[in-house]
């Protein structure tokens, strides 16, 4: 089993930054995919970036490209997001998400994190 807390939510203006981090606990979590996804009011979750377990290969959604980043410690056995250039239609509840070693990410990952609130104002 593994547990994943995120942190790092909050309010921020139009074009401001935040970085979410994810902190991964439990039983060989250092080898897990680990990835990103956010659903905001009325709509569906969705994927919003990945990273491997090594750190060395990562993978955006097309909407996220140019403006976040996702990068991983493994000493920490945390994954962060660096957002920049957030948008209002980025509000979303974004969510932690790994996935047992040989299984990707997405669509569905493994295990989840609680969320933590991503709001930004025009």
């Known amino acids: 089993q593994v547990q994943l807390v995120e942190s790092g939510g909050g309010l921020v203006q139009a074009g401001g930054s935040l970085r979410l981090s994810c902190a991964a606990s439990g039983r060989a979590s250092r080898w897990y995919g680990m990835g990103w996804f956010r659903q905001a009011p009325g709509k569906e979750r969705e994927y919003v970036a990945s990273v491997n377990w090594q750190g060395q290969n990562s993978h955006y959604a097309d909407f996220v490209k140019g403006r976040f980043t996702i990068s991983r410690d493994n000493d920490k056995i945390t994954i962060y997001l660096q957002m920049n250039g957030l948008k209002p239609e980025d509000s979303a509840v974004y969510y932690c998400?790994?996935?047992?070693?040989?299984?990707?990410?997405?669509?569905?990952?493994?295990?989840w994190g609680q969320g933590t609130q991503v709001t930004v104002s025009s």
């Open positions: 998400a790994a996935s047992n070693p040989g299984r990707a990410v997405t669509p569905n990952p493994d295990y």
